[in-house]
Nanobody, 111 residues
Framework: QVQLVESGGGLVQPGGSLRLSCAASRSIFINSMGWYRQAPGNQREFVASIDSSGSTNYANSVKGRFTISRDNAKNTVYLQMNSLKPEDTAVYYC??????WGQGTQVTVSS
């Protein structure tokens, strides 16, 4: 079983940027990976994904603002988040196609 560990969350002002990282305990070369988020009182929702070929998919709410990428040599997936809005506030979870999830990292967008 792969362990996924997220990092990079924090408090940022509206319009700011953060980069989240998801480090896997072993090779992710063949894995599709991605991010979900969950705000208080809401269901967990899809944010972005990237497959083994590098093809990406985004939720409409983050298109043009967020970018997902991967570094297979470092077994790490990234989520670059720009132009952050208060509605982006949530716990962000990394996952892979085999059903492994990280513990989550809090992102708070507030002035």
């Amino acid at each position: 079983q792969v362990q996924l560990v997220e990092s990079g969350g924090g408090l940022v002002q509206p319009g700011g940027s953060l980069r989240l990282s998801c480090a896997a305990s072993r090779s992710i070369f063949i894995n599709s990976m991605g991010w979900y988020r969950q705000a208080p009182g809401n269901q967990r929702e899809f944010v972005a994904s990237i497959d083994s070929s590098g093809s990406t998919n985004y939720a409409n709410s983050v298109k043009g603002r967020f970018t997902i990428s991967r570094d297979n040599a470092k077994n790490t997936v990234y989520l670059q988040m720009n132009s952050l809005k208060p509605e982006d506030t949530a716990v962000y979870y990394c996952y892979d196609a085999f059903g492994n999830w990280g513990q989550g990292t809090q992102v708070t967008v507030s002035s």
